[in-house]
T-cell receptor
Framework: GAVVSQHPSRVICKSGTSVKIECRSLDFQATTMFWYRQFPKQSLMLMATSNEGSKATYEQGVEKDKFLINHASLTLSTLTVTSAHPEDSSFYIC??????????????FGPGTRLTVT | TQLLEQSPQFLSIQEGENLTVYCNSSSVFSSLQWYRQEPGEGPVLLVTVVTGGEVKKLKRLTFQFGDARKDSSLHITAAQPGDTGLYLCAGLNYGQNFVFGPGTRLSVLP
């Protein structure tokens, strides 16, 4: 199977501080990873597409200077929430694309990171 | 812009009932995936369908990909409380991008 991990699973930080979330593809290489945000009882909202070795592509309305994305290797992408505020509190989920042939091809999600900014 | 619609948006049923969730689009997809997400966790891939008209079964879950590869359905037989969750469909277009539906939130009451 294709496994994606995220770390940390939960984080509480004070307003004004920065938080880094890691997303790793454990058993496949992913040139493309995605970062989503999910509010309670809602679907996933794509924030940005992370491409290995190049700049991330941000969705409209997502501040690239606030949500820094780095995809330095084929198995790791990081999302840093800078100068966090309480309104940034949310469930952040990453996914990685496995470009192998079906049935293994597809987009696989990490378990998510619950961020709480106090 | 490619869009995937899902219906119903919310569904609350009693344990033992059957249900069908639909995923529709005006666009053609090379493949389509179904995910289930439980509260506080990431979505888990249930199935990938690739061929138009394909039917796949996963225990009590039956997935069908439309002949024209524009729509899909998920049928659950004898639903159980453990089936509760958010069901998401995602279509892979020929540009190799995934498009997600808004999800169907299922609640199975004991």
């Amino acid at each position: 199977g294709a496994v994606v991990s995220q770390h940390p699973s939960r984080v509480i930080c004070k307003s004004g501080t920065s938080v880094k979330i890691e997303c790793r593809s454990l058993d496949f290489q992913a040139t493309t990873m995605f970062w989503y945000r999910q509010f309670p009882k809602q679907s996933l909202m794509l924030m940005a597409t992370s491409n290995e070795g190049s700049k991330a592509t941000y969705e409209q309305g997502v501040e690239k200077d606030k949500f820094l994305i780095n995809h330095a290797s084929l198995t790791l992408s990081t999302l840093t929430v800078t100068s966090a505020h309480p309104e940034d509190s949310s469930f952040y989920i990453c996914s990685a694309r496995n470009t192998g042939l079906p049935p293994t091809s597809g987009q696989y999600f990490g378990p998510g990171t619950r961020l709480t900014v106090t | 812009t490619q869009l995937l619609e899902q219906s119903p948006q919310f569904l609350s049923i009693q344990e033992g009932e059957n249900l069908t969730v639909y995923c529709n689009s005006s666009s053609v997809f090379s493949s389509l995936q179904w995910y289930r997400q439980e509260p506080g966790e990431g979505p888990v891939l249930l199935v990938t369908v690739v061929t138009g008209g394909e039917v796949k079964k996963l225990k009590r879950l039956t997935f069908q990909f439309g002949d024209a590869r524009k729509d899909s359905s998920l049928h659950i037989t004898a639903a159980q409380p453990g089936d509760t969750g958010l069901y998401l469909c995602a279509g892979l277009n020929y540009g190799q991008n995934f498009v997600f539906g808004p999800g169907t939130r299922l609640s199975v009451l004991p």
